[in-house]
């Protein structure tokens, strides 16, 4: 059974700065393709950013870019994503995913993730 488990929320002010962890666990995790989404309060979920199996990284928008880095440690089956200059609009509540297929490419819609971790929590006050 896959899982996955994120770790690294929490409250922060703004211009501070957050790590994410997702572990995963159940199958091999060096060959997916791996995702971060979030959900803010009454908002749809939203692509974050992406790594594909050999380490590319997609990123919604030039300003996650800018402030954001996903990675990947294959030894530790996690993904990360740093997240800094945090704004109060980037609160919400976000979420690690992967595929069921491997090799594949980053996908942006979360139609294209087949796991799902349960969520951590960003709060980021002005």
């Known amino acids: 059974q896959v899982q996955l488990v994120e770790s690294g929320g929490g409250l922060v002010q703004a211009g501070g700065s957050l790590r994410l962890s997702c572990v995963v666990s159940?199958?091999?995790?060096?060959?997916?393709?791996m995702g971060w989404f979030r959900q803010a309060p009454g908002k749809e979920r939203e692509f974050v950013a992406g790594?594909?199996?050999?380490?590319?990284?997609?990123y919604a928008t030039d300003s996650m870019k800018g402030r954001f880095t996903i990675s990947r440690d294959n030894a530790k089956n996690t993904v990360y994503l740093q997240m800094n200059s945090l704004k109060p609009e980037d609160t919400a509540a976000y979420y690690c995913?992967?595929?069921?297929?491997?090799?594949?490419?980053?996908?942006?819609?979360?139609?294209?993730?087949?796991?799902w971790g349960q969520g951590t929590q960003v709060t980021v006050s002005s």
């Open positions: 995913a992967a595929p069921k297929a491997p090799n594949g490419r980053v996908g942006l819609t979360g139609a294209e993730y087949d796991y």
């Open positions: 790594i594909s199996w050999t380490g590319i990284s997609t």
């Open positions: 159940g199958r091999t995790f060096g060959r997916y393709v």
